[in-house]
């Protein structure tokens, strides 16, 4: 594939300083995102796995802007985002939107839900009867009856009929990306996969770009083309679905997947298991964070941080002379891929 | 038709009804509408304070004597007495006409104080707490300094300093009111902020102005009306005291607290008389204090 | 936490600068100066510039400021317009006066409240938890200062019991004429103290029992004793501090039942003061109870945050 990618980010980083003490001193730094790089592509759905605390709720935030980062670059549809003459906020928010895990505190409880969906085009200048009526075919959209729900409250509504408010609500501004931070995970198994097969069915409809965070790795499987695995603030890997479920090349990734029981008795999974403590986001190890917890790691580990997949191309700007970012690769961040890093295991 | 549980919950209803129902939206001021519906205190007591209102705004209407007008001959007449029921005050005016005025200015001095408050304290709070940061300091540690006098005091000092008054009454009561209204609307405004719907209403591009019409005031309004109602009838008492230490309304205005102090020789001699200014401030203060509970408890529907 | 009560200290000292300003500002605004006070209106325009030269009254507000605030630091309190005498001894003795008022009437009414409101809500929705919050909101309503009236009314016309009016012998209540003097006084001061503590413990408490804790606490087989010990540990923060912002009223807010039954307090000297355009008197007498107002609540603050870890930020 050589299209330009919808989204792209840089070395995003964000650190928020905690104070304390006599005078609110700083006292301490956590590293939430630290250097995070990748792509998404039109039409696919990107998948972000990882334990909590690792940074991921943090990232789509940043990708909303609704916090700052401290580094680095978002570049949407080849606009620079947040710099003058690229995309400007409002802009983008009517591109971008996100659902949020908690459906009863996304919603406000005094608002009827047809007017929680058509807040955002009213704000945007639509007419307040075209922003009811587009809430109601919405409504539709997402399987809910526009007569019975179209003035019910929040504190009427289940827990999976609210999240399809939700879902509504961000597509009332008709983005091109959607951004599920923990969708499905508040909700119960078979009420989760109504939602998730609801929301498979707007990408097609709508020819939507999903983001898909969450922490649950057999949902992430089912939902996503591509998927990026994260630990404590950086990219571990990323890679096509089957190729990094199959075939995982970063420990910490095997790791996860061999948390999950196997279905299948022929291929019971026999690697190390995860050792040593999780390690607090304000004080990472040096060079490679997963070193206190790698079966694998060494010297080299902790002096220096292994790249992504090598060197990390440049960002693709509309009109500008830099060559189109390279086809979905499988990269890991670990030095026993990386020929000559010095690790024994390295080829 | 509905038919009501014992324990105070919302009525039962039949299948079209609660179709019905479904399809208008059960929004959360109804919930509260309905709640007061069952409370026969609340009712009872709104409706007295209602009486009481609507006595001291039509008071020409139902009094026939001049409330400023006294007569050596008629002092300190006992209730029942014919063409004064109420009997009369120590200079010889009909008790039931001061009564009646007295109600408007005690009442004036109770709700406007407060009303003003609420406008310029209520603002202020909720512009602190959803912006934060500087101005948020800057408000609430300014309101720390007024906090730092206890409530009558304050109104004291500025009257003492400033002069007896009405006017200087109510200015008076409306600085002593305006940090508790700022310390609350802030606090509930900070709340409010940190919710997940503001981010997400925020997410969608909308600017400052819309979200605090559409989220914040409809979340934010309810407490501090609550809040508000509970102050006025600390401002009634503080009012009438103030008047009972000679800062407040002047004589000859017939003012609840002032009738106190200028009946209190009288205690003596003919002491329902004495006595009746005071339970009429204890009754419209309750009554308020009973109102403003009422609706608070109404409106702590755990949704 | 003493980090915690250091920091709340420090956090103090503007304010009272802050209460100084408000104060000094209440001063100045009152409409004319000492030498319109004391200078006749007919006297020539030099002799009243003369007189505001020497006293300093010419001089712009912030040195005046200053210097009023070196002298209120420095332990001088002014000379009252009308006594000719210090007011810092003065003020001390009544303040004491209304001291001696207050800690038995803060004791009463906490005790009063806490008790009635915590049978209030252990009993919650029964006969007796309707008397007990209509108390309450009795004591929250009434006007105290009426209140004291009709006492007066009662025991001292009426019974002839007590004594009207005054304090009695000076000093610390040791004998029973002392006592006879106080009773009423603190009994009507007490009203409010036991209306508010009384309708916040028995929302407070509960609230908590409300919480699922309590319910594990119970199934866990404690003997009621010590759920109830558990509870108050729960409900004290709040109502610790809403106590201490009590006691803080009752100092600053005692005049109007100082008025009624002619007690030497603070509040009577206040009142003298307002009645006379003593304006010096006045306003060290609301700088020092504004000072200790805010003191107790530092105090109160740093009591909520050794009880209730939560706090310490």
């Known amino acids: 594939m050589t299209a330009a990618p919808l989204l792209a980010t840089r070395n995003l980083r964000k650190h928020f300083s905690l104070r304390g003490g006599l005078l609110h001193r700083v006292q301490a730094v956590v590293q939430a995102v630290d250097g995070v790089s990748f792509e998404v592509h039109a039409g696919e759905t990107l998948g972000i796995v990882g334990e909590s605390g690792c940074g991921k709720s943090t990232t789509a935030r940043l990708l909303m802007r609704l916090v700052t980062p401290d580094a680095g670059d978002v570049v949407f549809d080849g606009a620079p985002v947040g710099r003058p003459g690229g995309l400007g906020l409002r802009d983008l928010r009517r591109q971008m939107q996100m659902v949020f895990q908690d459906s009863y505190a996304s919603l406000n409880p005094r608002l009827p839900a047809a007017m929680s969906i058509a807040y955002g085009p009213l704000v945007h200048g639509v007419p307040r009867s075209s922003a009811l009526k587009r809430a109601a075919g919405l409504l539709e959209a997402v399987g809910l009856r526009p007569e019975l729900f179209a003035n019910r409250y929040p504190h009427e509504l289940s827990g999976g009929q609210r999240q399809r408010i939700n879902i509504a609500r961000a597509l009332a501004l008709e983005p091109r990306l959607l951004i599920l931070d923990e969708a499905v995970s508040a909700l119960d198994r078979s009420i989760g996969a109504q939602v998730l097969n609801v929301l498979i069915d707007l990408k097609r409809r709508f020819n939507l770009t999903y983001v898909f965070i969450s922490h649950d790795l057999d949902v992430v499987q089912f939902v996503s083309d591509r998927v990026m695995v994260m630990y404590l603030g950086k990219v571990v890997e990323i890679g096509p679905v089957e190729e990094v479920y199959g075939h995982p090349r970063h420990p910490y990734t095997r790791a996860l997947l061999s948390a999950m029981p196997s279905m299948d008795p022929d291929h019971r999974i026999q690697q190390a298991p995860l050792g040593g403590d999780p390690p607090n986001p304000i004080n990472p190890p040096s060079g490679c964070r997963f070193r206190t917890r790698c079966a694998f790691a060494e010297d080299v580990c902790a002096r220096r941080e292994p790249p992504l997949g090598g060197v990390p191309g440049p960002l693709t700007v509309r009109g500008g002379l830099t060559p189109p970012s390279c086809s979905p690769a499988h990269d890991a961040a670990c030095h026993m891929l990386v020929p000559g890093s010095g690790h024994t295991r390295a080829a | 038709m509905a038919t009501t549980p014992a324990d105070g919950a919302l009525p039962l209803l039949l299948p079209d009804e609660a179709l019905a129902r479904a399809r208008a939206g059960n929004s959360y001021w109804k919930n509260v509408w309905e709640r007061l519906r069952e409370d026969k205190v609340t009712i009872a007591v709104t409706l007295v304070l209602l009486a009481i209102i609507l006595l001291?705004?039509?008071?020409?209407?139902?009094?026939?004597?001049?409330?400023?007008?006294?007569?050596?001959?008629?002092?300190?007449?006992?209730?029942?007495?014919?063409?004064?029921?109420?009997?009369?005050?120590?200079?010889?005016?009909?008790?039931?006409?001061?009564?009646?005025?007295?109600?408007?200015?005690?009442?004036?001095?109770?709700?406007?104080?407060?009303?003003?408050?609420?406008?310029?304290?209520?603002?202020?709070?909720?512009?602190?707490?959803?912006?934060?940061?500087?101005?948020?300091?800057?408000?609430?540690?300014?309101?720390?300094?007024?906090?730092?006098?206890?409530?009558?005091?304050?109104?004291?000092?500025?009257?003492?300093?400033?002069?007896?008054?009405?006017?200087?009454?109510?200015?008076?009561?409306?600085?002593?009111?305006?940090?508790?209204?700022?310390?609350?609307?802030?606090?509930?405004?900070?709340?409010?902020?940190?919710?997940?719907?503001?981010?997400?209403?925020?997410?969608?591009?909308?600017?400052?102005?819309?979200?605090?019409?559409?989220?914040?005031?409809?979340?934010?309004?309810?407490?501090?009306?609550?809040?508000?109602?509970?102050?006025?009838?600390?401002?009634?008492?503080?009012?009438?005291?103030?008047?009972?230490?000679?800062?407040?309304?002047?004589?000859?205005?017939?003012?609840?607290?002032?009738?106190?102090?200028?009946?209190?020789?009288?205690?003596?001699?003919?002491?329902?008389?004495?006595?009746?200014?005071?339970?009429?401030?204890?009754?419209?203060?309750?009554?308020?204090?009973?109102?403003?509970?009422?609706?608070?408890?109404?409106?702590?529907?755990?949704? | 936490m003493w980090v915690y009560a250091l920091r709340r200290l420090l956090y103090a000292i503007p304010i009272l600068l802050g209460v100084s300003l408000v104060v000094f500002s209440l001063i100045r605004l009152a409409p004319g100066d000492a030498a319109d006070l004391l200078i006749p209106p007919e006297a020539p325009k030099e002799v009243a510039a003369a007189f505001r030269a020497r006293f300093g009254l010419d001089q712009p507000l912030h040195v005046q400021y200053v210097k009023w605030l070196r002298q209120v630091l420095s332990g001088y309190l002014g000379v009252s317009v009308v006594s000719n005498r210090a007011v810092a001894g003065d003020l001390f003795n009544a303040l004491g006066n209304t001291v001696v008022l207050a800690v038995p009437a803060a004791l009463l009414g906490f005790t009063l409240g806490v008790g009635l409101g915590a049978l209030s809500a252990f009993n919650r929705g029964t006969n007796l938890d309707k008397v007990f919050s209509a108390t309450a909101i009795t004591g929250v309503s009434l006007p105290h200062y009426w209140m004291g009236i009709v006492l007066v009314a009662v025991f001292s016309v009426v019974l002839n019991a007590l004594p009207a009016q005054g304090m009695g012998p000076p000093g610390l209540p040791k004998t029973w004429e002392q006592l006879r003097h106080l009773i009423l006084p603190v009994v009507t001061l007490s009203l409010i103290p036991m209306g508010v503590v009384s309708r916040l413990v028995r929302a407070s408490v509960l609230e908590i029992l409300s919480h699922e804790f309590v319910g594990a606490l119970q199934a866990k087989g404690l003997w009621r004793r010590r759920v109830l010990f558990h509870i108050m540990k729960n409900a004290a923060p709040s109502v610790l501090a809403v106590m201490g912002l009590q006691f803080g009223y009752l100092l600053g807010g005692s005049i109007l039942v100082e008025t009624v039954y002619n007690w030497p307090g603070s509040g009577g000297l206040m009142n003298l003061a307002i009645f006379r355009r003593d304006v010096p008197t006045l306003s060290a007498t609301i700088l020092v109870i504004a000072a200790i107002f805010v003191l107790i609540n530092v105090l109160v603050d740093v009591l909520q945050a050794v009880i209730d870890p939560r706090i310490r930020r």
């Not at chain 2, 005050?89 to 009442?107: I, K, N, Q, T």
């Open chain 2, 56 to 303: 001291a705004v039509f008071a020409p209407l139902v009094v026939w004597h001049d409330p400023l007008v006294g007569s050596a001959f008629t002092r300190l007449k006992p209730i029942g007495t014919e063409r004064h029921w109420l009997g009369t005050d120590e200079v010889g005016r009909d008790l039931w006409a001061r009564m009646v005025y007295g109600g408007r200015l005690s009442l004036l001095c109770g709700v406007l104080p407060v009303f003003l408050a609420l406008l310029a304290g209520g603002s202020l709070g909720i512009l602190a707490g959803f912006t934060g940061g500087f101005l948020n300091s800057a408000i609430m540690r300014s309101m720390d300094v007024l906090y730092a006098f206890p409530s009558i005091l304050l109104a004291i000092a500025i009257c003492g300093i400033l002069g007896s008054g009405l006017g200087n009454t109510i200015l008076a009561l409306t600085v002593t009111f305006i940090p508790p209204m700022v310390r609350i609307s802030e606090s509930v405004t900070a709340q409010v902020r940190s919710l997940d719907f503001v981010e997400a209403a925020r997410a969608s591009g909308s600017r400052t102005l819309p979200l605090l019409r559409y989220h914040v005031l409809n979340n934010v309004l309810g407490p501090i009306l609550v809040f508000a109602a509970s102050l006025i009838s600390i401002s009634m008492i503080l009012a009438a005291g103030l008047s009972f230490l000679g800062l407040g309304a002047t004589p000859p205005h017939p003012e609840w607290g002032l009738m106190l102090n200028n009946l209190r020789p009288a205690i003596w001699v003919a002491p329902m008389t004495a006595a009746l200014p005071g339970v009429m401030i204890f009754l419209t203060s309750m009554s308020f204090n009973l109102m403003s509970d009422g609706l608070r408890q109404a409106m702590d529907v755990r949704l």
